[in-house]
């Protein structure tokens, strides 16, 4: 079992393998050149998979596999299925922003991959386009009905931009419960990579928008996820994460590792400490002690609020 410095059951590991996207969504990375980061900065998937056999041996119970977008990287399915292979018990999910699904869907669940979180920001296509600059909402649809059809497990991502998509998060939330998806609208993350102009909304300004249309209920919050779940009327439950916030810290039990080596214990945590060379010598418990140095240090609220503007490259941890 990994335990953090403040007696938090950590089984939850995020894996980063690719910092590429092929978006350049305005909150994200909008001005970032589409260029390739060269394999020797990255671990391989055999050097990745090392790590992730050790950390589920140590008591990670449920891996998400991100980037960027995952899908870029070559042989994705490869990776999925040595972890399956290894534990096929193993909550295994990817999010994505459905682009190349259509193409791979059928490999990824074939593979073992259970659930998948797409982000889907606009059901119109000029809007989607303006979002990540370029024409994607067609082809995002076609892979979101394509994973569906193959049987994973889906989940929607959104994130209100003041003055882009704000008049939409109706829509997405009907498109979403009509088909039998959870929704999750996500307040913008300031930080340093994204447009300077955008402009995200507060949870209470979604709920707002929302509450014109329907009525709903705030639930209590169980597990660990950071989402605060809403309940209409009629059952279907959405949630809002709110990243200015703290109080799903209590219950963090997440760490991530990016493509170069790096973990990370907190999303808003600059700290980190590399586990590159380790792995790439096969040392393995300098791996797990590198792990557990990271745990302990591992903060017991998130160092961020809604006047700061964060550093973190997301498209390299994978929010």
């Not at 910092?19 to 589409?34: A, S």
């Amino acid at each position: 079992m990994l335990v953090d410095g403040h007696n938090r059951v950590v089984d939850y590991l995020r894996v980063s393998v690719t910092e590429r996207c092929n978006f350049r969504c305005q909150y994200c990375m909008p001005e970032k050149p589409f260029s390739w980061v060269p394999k020797e900065n990255l671990l391989s998937y055999e050097e990745l998979f090392k790590f992730v056999q050790v950390a589920i041996d140590e008591g990670i119970k449920k891996v998400r596999i991100t980037g960027g977008e995952p899908l870029l990287r070559e042989g994705l399915e490869h990776f999925i299925k040595m972890i399956y292979d290894y534990k096929n018990d193993i909550d295994l999910a990817l999010t994505s922003n459905a682009y190349l699904l259509p193409q791979a869907a059928q490999k990824l669940k074939s593979a073992g991959l259970k659930r998948i979180n797409i982000s889907l920001d606009s059901l119109k296509p000029d809007v989607a386009a303006k979002i990540a600059q370029k024409d994607v909402l067609s082809t995002v649809l076609k892979g979101i009905q394509t994973a569906h059809d193959v049987g994973l497990k889906i989940k929607i991502n959104c994130v209100p931009m003041r003055g882009v998509n704000d008049t939409e998060l109706v829509d997405i939330l009907e498109f979403c419960k009509q088909r039998g998806y959870t929704v999750r609208f996500i307040e913008f993350m300031e930080n340093q990579h994204a447009y300077s102009g955008a402009k995200g909304y507060t949870s209470e300004e979604i709920q707002a928008i929302i509450a014109q249309k329907y009525n709903f209920k705030k639930l209590e919050r169980t597990g660990s996820s950071p989402s605060q779940d809403y309940i209409l009327d009629d059952g279907y439950v959405f949630g809002i994460i709110e990243p200015h916030k703290d109080d799903f810290c209590a219950t963090c039990n997440r760490v991530r590792l990016t493509a170069s080596g790096v973990l990370i214990p907190c999303l808003y945590f600059e700290d980190a400490q590399s586990i590159k060379e380790a792995i790439k010598n096969n040392d393995i418990d300098k791996a797990v002690a590198i792990l557990k140095e990271v745990l302990a240090n591992k903060p017991e609220k998130n160092k961020w609020s809604a006047d700061d503007t964060s550093s973190r490259a997301f498209y390299e941890t994978g929010g």
